[in-house]
């Protein structure tokens, strides 16, 4: 049986998040289509809101949300 992907938004969403979560700036979106760098960006901002809080390592992962 194949195993599915996982869909597109989600991984963008996940990697802006990551991507805030480490500090890096909002212009190093690697998308180019509006949709997934609308959820990177949206991923970013949940993910720098939660590294000024300090939530980092372990503490970050509850946070994670799935799209869908």
């Known amino acids: 049986m194949k195993r599915q992907k996982r869909n597109k938004d989600d991984r963008a969403y996940n990697r802006g998040y990551n991507a805030g979560l480490d500090g890096k700036s909002r212009e190093d979106c690697p998308f ?18 939660d590294f000024a809080h300090g939530m980092l ?3 970050s992962i509850q ?3 799935n799209i869908g």
């Open 32 to 49: 180019g289509t509006l949709q997934a760098r609308t959820n990177w960006m949206g991923g970013w901002r949940e993910g720098r809101t």
């Open 63 to 65: 946070n994670l949300k």
């Open 57 to 59: 390592g372990v503490a």
